[in-house]
């Protein structure tokens, strides 16, 4: 009993701040290298603070060394936030199964301007996800793919990703698509 009261407390501080860290920043949460994996409480409060905080519009939860169950959960998130213009996850461990639960269920909206997904191991599925769902509705302006283990058998969704019109800025450093673009 005393350690579910202890959890609950926790958890509404957790909540507190970062309802003062978003106060403070104007529209950002900025919630990077805190090893949100090692801490689901913490994860858990984002994911619900993140569902109800639809004044935000810049969210980076880059280097939290969050995987594919993390980024599920924070799929479901973010696609009831609907209001999220710059998203930034890199440096994390989403994985193909991951993206594709970020891309099936929140990445298809209007909103998203910017997205920052370079060092999670997406692999050719997971950017194949990316690219369908990005293609359907986005409105993109700029995409980091880098570090992300694509190469030549990631040609179509490389098209794909290019030919969205508004998109500006597209980064994939590190990758070797150098024979996707060839293709």
Known sequence: MAGDESRELRYIQLLKEMLMLAASKGT???LDDR???GDAL???AVCSFLKKAVFLDEVDLSRNDLGAEEGQA??????????IIDLKLSGNC????????????SLRTRSLR?????????????????????AETSLLESLDVGS?????????ALKTVLSIATLTDFRADQNTLAGAVAK
Do not use: Y
Request: include cysteine; hydrophobic fraction near 50%; charge should be negative.
């Open 28 to 30: 950002r949460l900025v």
């Open 94 to 105: 989403l994985g193909t199964t991951g993206m594709q639960a970020l891309a099936e269920k």
């Open 42 to 44: 913490e994860f858990q």
């Open 74 to 83: 924070l799929a479901a998130s973010i696609a009831a936030n609907g209001s």
């Open 148 to 156: 992300n283990d694509l190469g030549p058998e990631c040609a179509e």
């Open 114 to 134: 910017h997205l920052s997904v370079a060092g999670n191991g997406l692999g050719a599925a997971g950017f194949q996800a990316l690219a369908e769902a990005l």
């Open 35 to 37: 090893d949100m994996r």
